[in-house]
Every structure is written in structure tokens, then in C-alpha cells.
């Protein structure tokens, strides 16, 4: 027998084992979709979703440039809010807190089992916030503190949920924070023309001079500049 009928016969005969295999996996077309899309007229909520959260119970949260959207698996909820909210987040305990326009909150539900939105500003910081034009993008939550960023700010919400400012360490006019994030329950900040700093008791610590940080799974690939 000669090469050539060799490879033949050994085509057919591996031709007909997988086949086999193929017809004793039968297809099941029972499986549940691996997503889900609502359009507009679904949540009758005019507005841009801009940031998403899943708490402990499975609802999910989704904030808007008009507040709030609350999905339950059934039916939507809508909190309106007076800005735009930017970020959100669920913590470890179930508790949702927003970022947004010149605004730091959390959502509570009230004395009819309503959520409504509560601001975390104290007086001096509302106003010091309503004659500013800051976003607060990055909220991050470590050791069950809650830390809220945006271009020139950096507050920390402890147990209480009293606000603290952080000074952040610009060093040049321009100087802006891009983006926060948690590493192995440490606070890492990325500040523009400056590094990427780790966070510690107040205190920030150059690790290095990058551009840009990039975060995947508290994994850092780095770009040096």
C-alpha cells in the first residue's frame, strides 16, 4: 500500500469519528441570551446612559445625564436629579454612591420604601462646589472607604459617610487628575504631566512617570514617557 492511499484511508477514518461526535452533541437552542437590549421606549427615561452598577440583590443601576435608572429584572425605577450623573458604584455592602456634576451622593430609601438621592456635602463644600465646574468621574472603594475623583478634587467618604478632602499634589497650573482606581485594595491615582501615584494615609507616592496608565484586572501595562 503505497503513502498516497495511506493518507487517504487515515482522512476517512478521522472524517468519521468526529462526525460522530458531532451527532451525538445534540444542539440545544434553550440557552438563555448572553445579553439584553432595552431601547428607550422600554425605560421611557429621555436621557444618555453614561455609567452602570449590579448591587448584592441583582438590580441593576444606571446613571444618566437625568439622574438615576433602577432595573430590577421586572420594572424600571427613575430617580431625576438636578445634574448629571457621571459615576456610580455599588460597595461592598449593598450601598450606591454617585459622582457627577458638582456632585458627591448617595441613593437612600425613604420612609415609604421610595430611593431618592441624598448629597454628601456638607455646607462649606456645597457651596465651595456650586462655584466650581468639577466632574466627578472615578469613584473607588477601598477598605470600606468610598473615594470620589475629578480633575482637581479628591474626597474620601469613610463609615459615617462624612466627606474629607485629599490635597492632591499638583505640581504645574495645569496639573489634573485623569483617573483612580483600586489595586489590591490600594488607591492608585494617575495625574496628568506627573505619574501614577499610590495613595497611602493621605499621602501620595510617585511609582511612576507614565503615559498613558492603562488598568486591566489590577494588572498596569505602562507606557513610559
Not at 493518507?7 to 452533541?25: D, E, M, N, T
Not at 430590577?72 to 460597595?91: A, E, P, Q
Not at 474620601?156 to 489590591?184: A, G, M
Amino acid at each position: 500500500m503505497n503513502l498516497f492511499k495511506v493518507k487517504h484511508i487515515l482522512f476517512f477514518v478521522f472524517l468519521g469519528y468526529f462526525s460522530s461526535l458531532f451527532h451525538a452533541q445534540p444542539i440545544s437552542f434553550d440557552m438563555e441570551p448572553l445579553q439584553t437590549h432595552y431601547k428607550p421606549i422600554d425605560y421611557n427615561f429621555p436621557a444618555t446612559v453614561l455609567d452602570a452598577a449590579e448591587d448584592s440583590l441583582g438590580a441593576k443601576y444606571f446613571a444618566t445625564t437625568s439622574g438615576v435608572m433602577v432595573y430590577d429584572g421586572r420594572n424600571w425605577t427613575k430617580i431625576k436629579t438636578n445634574f448629571r450623573v457621571l459615576s456610580l458604584i455599588s460597595d461592598s455592602k449593598g450601598n450606591i454612591y454617585l459622582g457627577g456634576n458638582g456632585e458627591i451622593g448617595t441613593l437612600i430609601t425613604d420612609e415609604k420604601g421610595y430611593l431618592q438621592y441624598k448629597s454628601l456635602w456638607d455646607e462649606d463644600q456645597q457651596v465651595k462646589m456650586n462655584n466650581s465646574a468639577e466632574e466627578f468621574r472615578s469613584i473607588v472603594e477601598i477598605n470600606d472607604n468610598i473615594y470620589f475623583a475629578s480633575n482637581k478634587y479628591l474626597f474620601v467618604s469613610n463609615k459615617d459617610q462624612s466627606l474629607k478632602e485629599i490635597p492632591l499634589p499638583f505640581k504645574y497650573t495645569d496639573s489634573k487628575c485623569k483617573i483612580i482606581f483600586n489595586v489590591n485594595e490600594e488607591l492608585f491615582c494617575s495625574i496628568h504631566k506627573q505619574g501614577l501615584y499610590v495613595v497611602k494615609e493621605g499621602v501620595f507616592l510617585l511609582r511612576k512617570r507614565i503615559n498613558p496608565c492603562l488598568y486591566i484586572q489590577t494588572q498596569l501595562r505602562i507606557g513610559y514617557m
